[in-house]
């Protein structure tokens, strides 16, 4: 079974610079490293929750989704975040053309 299909969404979070960006342990070869990619509507849960304050519904308002996406967009990214922490691994920001390509290639189908 393949995974559902993702609906693309604007970032509208101030760090949409870093896209495609890698942050890793200091003094171990990125070849030695196990990527994690953080996609960046997690990264935008993330920042809004937990950087800015703001509550879950506040943050889905903000983003243009549901509560219950906000919800599930910030376990997955703090996950993510922790186990890059815990287990020494690289973290990864979703380049932008990751999205656009899947993007391009759903379109194209119809």
């Known amino acids: 079974m393949s995974p559902r299909y993702k609906k693309p969404r604007k970032c509208h979070c101030p760090y949409s610079d870093i896209k495609g960006k890698m942050f890793k342990p200091v003094g171990i070869p990125i070849e030695d490293l196990?990527?994690?990619?953080?996609?960046?509507?997690?990264?935008?849960?993330?920042?809004?929750?937990?950087?800015?304050?703001?509550?879950?519904?506040?943050?889905?308002?903000?983003?243009?989704?549901?509560?219950?996406?906000?919800?599930?967009l910030l376990s997955r990214g703090r996950k993510k975040i922790i186990q890059v922490i815990?287990?020494?691994?690289?973290?990864e920001i979703e380049p932008e053309t990751t999205q656009s390509a899947s993007s391009t290639k759903r379109k194209s189908k119809k």
């Open 34 to 72: 196990k990527i994690i990619t953080l996609f960046h509507d997690e990264l935008e849960a993330v920042s809004l929750c937990d950087n800015k304050d703001l509550t879950q519904e506040e943050a889905g308002q903000k983003m243009g989704i549901s509560r219950g996406t906000v919800q599930r």
């Open 86 to 91: 815990a287990e020494r691994m690289a973290l």
